[in-house]
């Protein structure tokens, strides 16, 4: 249910397009970078931003139900839905039990129920109101007309921000800022305050990220007391189960709002990876005096520095193919811009933007040609198509390919004879590099291979070939009864056949493709055998795939690359 709000939400472009949290293809890191750039726009322009966070009071336990309900139907989401809906969140109650005794259950009107999907989706609770400003005075004019609006939005839906949780702090780095603005929220000033807490990084104001490095390397710290134990333990885990442990606990906390504070100097920056140096060091029992290569080598990990930039870059280039993406104008508007920065004023998806464009791929040209994932299909409606599975898994299919190749023959045998067989892969090379896809369809003695764009991944190619297989039979004349496709990919199979979102571009033309089968009266089966057994139609397909890989003299598929 929650996945269909969405999709519906998302397709009628109903949500906020500021909106970050709990959107597919967002997240809480596009507000950290977007604020993080703003503030230091306004540091390279020599003004100020002052930014006022608001927290609702009570958010989950005072959602006033009927004024939801009003809402959702005036955006368009009547009938049974909306009664469905109506009844998970009306005439719950509560009740209190102490020991033995039980008090009368108590009606419940307002709150959305906890540890529901739902609930995340339906509202948000987290406000944040900034204005860039010559001087932190000018804000009034600004913020506090936007602050009684606020206000009256508030009141109109029942909903009470806490005058303690709110804050503001006023972002500058001029010597004599002048006196901070005084704003006001339901009669109660909104305090200044030099650092506060926002989706997880603590700004202060001037943007050094000192109090949120002290954060990370504390909470850091008694993440090293933690492995010290385990390290010393004789029934400890294995060196191999403590440097996953290290990434799930120590570099996620390093990782999160890198984009953001890792433009932090670099002494601030040190005083994280000697923390995280040290943990590993207690992992493998090495020496002080082991080099940090080596460290680094050992386990698999990264310095924070190099962390920092691999986050970045990987963020900008995923960030230019989501249009929907409330960043992605910014981001645009930054990487086209011809401002010069000052050092200490440069956004940290500046530092890299040179980097990523030295490497040929362009963040600006592409951003339209990617279809919209909430095109197709709705949630509610799952792909039209079977799918089947070889009872042999690869290692059993490899141990005896003669059983495999019969079994198979029987399988294929049971099928009715009016159907058209197709079988297909995906390949990918490295020397030269290239990624190719074949089809190989007996019933109609044809085979056909392609090149795809350069960078395209295995499991596109996978895709993109049962894609081109099911064209060709929908293309033909007599339509067929049943379309079978073999393909060695679960991963493939299991993406088409999902009722789940995808950003990838074949998988959405897939089911646009299999729908349209339906429509002319062709049925499609999805179905997974083992690579490299001796199924005839299927070792013709590679022979295909690895020979285009070789010559790429085959027609060419300009595909876009997936996020």
Known sequence: MANRL???????????????????????TDQIAQLDTDIK?????????????????KAYDTVWIQGLLFKMAKKGIAGSFLGWIKGFLSGRSMC?????????????????PPRRVTKILLYADDVLLYSMVKHPADAEVTLQPALDKVRRWGRKWKFRFAPDKNAMVVFTR?????NDPLLYLDGHRIPSQPTFKFLGLWF???????????????????????FSILTRSKAGPTTQTLVLLYKSLVRSLMDYGAIAY????????????????????????????????????????????????????????????????????????????????????????????????????????????????????????????????????????????HRTTNLFITLNSSAPVTSIRAYTDGSKSSTPE???????????????????????????????????????????????????????????ITAISSNSLSDNEAVTATREIIAS?????????????????????????????????????????????SP
């Open 6 to 28: 969405h999709w519906f939400l998302e397709a009628k472009g109903i949500i906020n397009t500021a909106q970050a949290g709990f959107r597919r293809g967002c997240s809480t």
């Open 41 to 57: 726009h306004s540091f390279n322009q020599k003004r100020s931003t002052v930014a006022t966070f608001l927290d609702i009071n």
């Open 96 to 112: 209190v039990r102490i020991g033995s005794v039980t008090s009368i259950p108590a009606p419940v009107e307002n709150g959305v």
């Open 174 to 178: 001029a010597h004599k800022p002048g």
């Open 204 to 226: 202060d104001s001037k943007l050094l990220w000192k109090s949120h490095i002290d954060h990370v390397t504390n909470r850091c710290l008694n993440l090293k007391n933690l």
């Open 262 to 401: 890792g433009s932090a100097s670099k002494t601030n920056l040190e005083r994280v990876d000697v923390v995280g140096r040290a943990i590993l060091r207690n992992i493998l029992g090495a020496k002080r005096s082991t080099p940090v290569e080596m460290l680094y080598a050992e386990t698999g990990t990264e310095s924070l520095s190099w962390r920092t930039k691999l986050l970045t870059r990987k963020y900008m280039i995923n960030l230019s193919y989501k249009p929907q993406n409330p960043m992605h104008k910014p981001f645009i508007q930054l990487a086209t811009s011809t401002t010069q920065w000052k050092p200490r004023s440069t956004p940290g998806l500046i530092k890299e933007l040179d980097f990523v464009k030295s490497l040929g791929i362009s963040l600006v040209s592409h951003q339209l040609l990617l279809p919209s994932p909430y095109k197709y299909p709705p949630p509610s409606r799952p792909p039209d198509c079977k799918t089947s599975w070889f009872p042999l898994n690869k290692e059993q299919a490899m141990a005896c390919k």
């Open 434 to 492: 290239s990624t190719t896809c074949a089809i190989f369809v007996p019933t109609l003695n044809h085979e056909h291979a392609w090149t795809l764009t350069k960078g395209s991944s295995v499991f596109t190619a996978e895709v993109t070939a049962i894609y081109q297989a099911l064209k060709l039979i929908y293309d033909v004349d007599d339509c067929p009864p049943e379309a079978i496709i073999y393909s060695d990919s679960s991963s493939a």
């Open 517 to 561: 089968l339906k429509s002319s009266g062709t049925r499609t089966r999805l179905t997974w055998i083992p690579s490299h057994t001796g199924i005839e139609g299927k070792e013709r397909a590679d022979r295909l795939a690895a020979m285009e890989c070789s010559t790429q003299d085959g027609d060419r598929i300009n595909n876009s690359l």
